[in-house]
């Protein structure tokens, strides 16, 4: 047949030889090759990383679990506009909007906050745009922790008791406004 | 039929009794372990990990395994037979368990004047005996097929009845050519006649009749891996066609006692391709090793050769491990076959081999290259 673009590869159909058609070279070749691997695999450093015991290094824009910060004096800085759940492509973020009592003002930044604040992190696709969105700075998905495998559906459903950070300037995450040392030596004092 | 005309003479229940039970037991060690050797080796050959969380490396791993099989939901497929959809796997269990019964996994023990054979039964006709459970063990693959109710299932069993039935023929072939040289079909009096006294260091190794008969032993082998239902000849269950093959609707531990039957069909045929090719209980220097110690170790004559027996019981199972390990190499490594190529191998390949082998042999024989041991043992 003619070839229509005269690219066509020549292929010359040989006979198998004698070595070819008793299999028993090829074979020996195909062991001596998976062997090899064998010994890789059994003396050389593997490749896999056991997850939970190692952990891949994180690249320092990795967006891994997150994180509601705390402003300098130690109040949340989250005032429950809703931007981020709207943000939310995955619409893994809900929350319940309360006004600030009068005594609380060392809780909460503003007069609004946030009652309850829950991220679902089995729906979550942690693209980051509730970061973004945020106009208080409040939300931001850290860079060195990741949500870590559970066995039960609910508690991959994170609240603000695992969502929040630490007041203490020492424990706080590394992702969004940092204390400058003043502030942190204040929030210290006060603390103590 | 007395027990003597077997080739059986000192019927002693209480400790060849024991002899049976650590057989049977360790056979079904052995086949529980397969399954974490060939994932393990699996994943090495790949690059990978492998099991590794069950225990100290993932030692734990066939008695999760079990668990799991053993709780799962057990399935009866409709319109399955139910009496017979049961009786496969078990006589799938039961012929991969009878056929150790004959190997020699050592010599005699002596305690003063009891003595125990490390082997079941010591039959004359050991060799067959083998052949005949091997052949029987195709039925509890085709009875689980058949029964299933389900074509993909009956296609498997016929391939695995038809692969069975062609390829006995060019083992048996291959065999014939070892017998025609040990004049003997008792698997103890195989190995004993591979060894030489000569005082060569060296010469245990080469008295294995894998250099007496090697195109013999590539036939051996290659229909081991057809008889076990092996890759590069797993059509039976071959996945990418079959589903499952033979057992696509068994679940839970019908489907375990399958998978236990192979690793234990791998396990023996192992331990009689040792025993007929590479010298079985026999380890180079052993004479050596025996001379030292009753001369100069100053143990008594007892201890002296049960030290010596138990290290041939070493060495046969360091081969027995190396032919499992053969078969999980190959496993991971070669592709299956398609099912003419299959046929073709068998029938006009490895049975003219075979049968070349024999006249070769017969050839060597007469010629007096190979000793003819068939007027000793007679």
Same mark, same amino acid.
């Given at each position: 047949?003619?070839?229509?673009?005269?690219?066509?590869?020549?292929?010359?159909?040989?006979?198998?030889?004698?070595?070819?058609?008793?299999?028993?070279?090829?074979?020996?070749?195909?062991?001596?090759?998976?062997?090899?691997?064998?010994?890789?695999?059994?003396?050389?450093?593997?490749?896999?990383?056991?997850?939970?015991?190692?952990?891949?290094?994180?690249?320092?824009?990795?967006?891994?679990?997150?994180?509601?910060?705390?402003?300098?004096?130690?109040?949340?800085?989250?005032?429950?506009?809703?931007?981020?759940?709207?943000?939310?492509?995955?619409?893994?973020?809900?929350?319940?909007?309360?006004?600030?009592?009068?005594?609380?003002?060392?809780?909460?930044?503003?007069?609004?906050?946030?009652?309850?604040?829950?991220?679902?992190?089995?729906?979550?696709?942690?693209?980051?745009?509730?970061?973004?969105?945020?106009?208080?700075?409040?939300?931001?998905?850290?860079?060195?922790?990741?949500?870590? *495998?559970?066995?039960?559906?609910?508690?991959?459903?994170?609240?603000?008791?695992?969502?929040?950070? *630490?007041?203490? *300037?020492?424990?706080?995450?590394?992702?969004?406004?940092?204390?400058?040392?003043?502030?942190?030596?204040?929030?210290?004092?006060?603390?103590? | 039929?007395?027990?003597?005309?077997?080739?059986?003479?000192?019927?002693?229940?209480?400790?060849?009794?024991?002899?049976?039970?650590?057989?049977?037991?360790?056979?079904?060690?052995?086949?529980?372990?397969?399954?974490?050797?060939?994932?393990?080796?699996?994943?090495?050959?790949?690059?990978?990990?492998?099991?590794?969380?069950?225990?100290?490396?993932?030692?734990?791993?066939?008695?999760?395994?079990?668990?799991?099989?053993?709780?799962?939901?057990?399935?009866?497929?409709?319109?399955?037979?139910?009496?017979?959809?049961?009786?496969?796997?078990?006589?799938?269990?039961?012929?991969?368990?009878?056929?150790?019964?004959?190997?020699?996994?050592?010599?005699?023990?002596?305690?003063?004047?009891?003595?125990?054979?490390?082997?079941?039964?010591?039959?004359?006709?050991?060799?067959?005996?083998?052949?005949?459970?091997?052949?029987?063990?195709?039925?509890?693959?085709?009875?689980?097929?058949?029964?299933?109710?389900?074509?993909?299932?009956?296609?498997?069993?016929?391939?695995?009845?038809?692969?069975?039935?062609?390829?006995?023929?060019?083992?048996?072939?291959?065999?014939?050519?070892?017998?025609?040289?040990?004049?003997?079909?008792?698997?103890?009096?195989?190995?004993?006649?591979?060894?030489?006294?000569?005082?060569?260091?060296?010469?245990?190794?080469?008295?294995?009749?894998?250099?007496?008969?090697?195109?013999?032993?590539?036939?051996?082998?290659?229909?081991?891996?057809?008889?076990?239902?092996?890759?590069?000849?797993?059509?039976?269950?071959?996945?990418?066609?079959?589903?499952?093959?033979?057992?696509?609707?068994?679940?839970?531990?019908?489907?375990?006692?399958?998978?236990?039957?192979?690793?234990?069909?791998?396990?023996?045929?192992?331990?009689?391709?040792?025993?007929?090719?590479?010298?079985?209980?026999?380890?180079?220097?052993?004479?050596?090793?025996?001379?030292?110690?009753?001369?100069?170790?100053?143990?008594?004559?007892?201890?002296?050769?049960?030290?010596?027996?138990?290290?041939?019981?070493?060495?046969?199972?360091?081969?027995?491990?190396?032919?499992?390990?053969?078969?999980?190499?190959?496993?991971?490594?070669?592709?299956?076959?398609?099912?003419?190529?299959?046929?073709?191998?068998?029938?006009?390949?490895?049975?003219?081999?075979?049968?070349?082998?024999?006249?070769?042999?017969?050839?060597?024989?007469?010629?007096?290259?190979?000793?003819?041991?068939?007027?000793?043992?007679?």
């Amino acid at each position: 047949m003619q070839s229509l673009s005269n690219r066509a590869k020549k292929l010359e159909k040989k006979p198998f030889t004698l070595a070819e058609r008793a299999y028993l070279p090829a074979i020996f070749q195909g062991l001596t090759i998976t062997m090899q691997h064998f010994f890789r695999a059994a003396t050389k450093k593997q490749i896999t990383i056991r997850y939970p015991e190692e952990t891949r290094p994180f690249s320092p824009v990795f967006r891994g679990l997150h994180v509601l910060k705390r402003d300098e004096q130690g109040r949340e800085r989250c005032t429950a506009c809703g931007l981020c759940a709207v943000a939310c492509p995955a619409e893994a973020i809900t929350m319940v909007a309360g006004e600030r009592k009068k005594g609380e003002q060392n809780l909460y930044r503003e007069e609004k906050y946030a009652v309850s604040y829950e991220i679902n992190m089995l729906r979550c696709i942690f693209c980051g745009l509730c970061e973004e969105a945020c106009p208080k700075a409040a939300i931001y998905l850290q860079a060195d922790k990741m949500a870590p *495998p559970r066995y039960e559906r609910d508690e991959f459903i994170y609240g603000k008791d695992r969502l929040v950070e *630490p007041v203490s *300037p020492d424990t706080r995450s590394k992702r969004g406004i940092q204390l400058t040392p003043e502030q942190a030596d204040k929030l210290r004092t006060q603390l103590a | 039929m007395n027990l003597e005309s077997i080739g059986w003479p000192e019927f002693s229940l209480g400790w060849q009794g024991l002899v049976v039970l650590v057989i049977f037991g360790v056979s079904l060690l052995i086949a529980t372990y397969c399954t974490y050797a060939e994932r393990v080796i699996a994943a090495f050959l790949q690059d990978r990990v492998g099991p590794d969380r069950a225990g100290p490396f993932g030692l734990a791993q066939p008695l999760a395994d079990a668990v799991k099989l053993f709780t799962k939901e057990e399935f009866f497929p409709g319109g399955a037979n139910k009496a017979l959809f049961v009786f496969g796997p078990c006589l799938a269990m039961v012929t991969a368990l009878m056929s150790s019964a004959v190997i020699p996994f050592g010599n005699s023990l002596h305690f003063g004047s009891t003595v125990i054979r490390l082997q079941s039964i010591d039959s004359n006709i050991g060799m067959l005996y083998v052949f005949g459970i091997v052949s029987l063990g195709v039925y509890g693959i085709m009875i689980g097929g058949w029964a299933s109710n389900n074509k993909f299932s009956l296609l498997g069993a016929i391939r695995a009845a038809s692969q069975n039935i062609s390829y006995e023929l060019a083992m048996g072939l291959a065999l014939i050519a070892v017998l025609m040289m040990s004049g003997s079909l008792s698997l103890r009096d195989i190995t004993m006649q591979q060894t030489s006294a000569t005082g060569w260091h060296w010469g245990d190794i080469f008295a294995w009749n894998v250099f007496k008969q090697p195109l013999g032993f590539i036939i051996f082998i290659v229909c081991a891996f057809a008889e076990t239902n092996r890759t590069p000849f797993d059509l039976p269950e071959c996945e990418t066609e079959l589903v499952g093959g033979y057992h696509t609707e068994y679940s839970s531990m019908k489907m375990g006692l399958y998978l236990f039957a192979e690793y234990i069909n791998v396990f023996v045929a192992t331990a009689v391709m040792s025993v007929l090719y590479f010298g079985g209980f026999n380890y180079p220097f052993q004479y050596e090793f025996l001379d030292f110690l009753q001369t100069k170790a100053g143990l008594s004559a007892d201890w002296a050769h049960n030290i010596f027996v138990l290290m041939g019981v070493v060495a046969m199972f360091m081969k027995i491990f190396t032919g499992i390990f053969f078969f999980m190499w190959i496993r991971w490594t070669l592709p299956r076959f398609r099912y003419d190529q299959l046929m073709r191998l068998g029938w006009t390949i490895l049975i003219p081999l075979a049968i070349f082998n024999i006249l070769l042999t017969g050839g060597l024989i007469t010629a007096g290259i190979i000793p003819d041991l068939t007027a000793a043992a007679r």
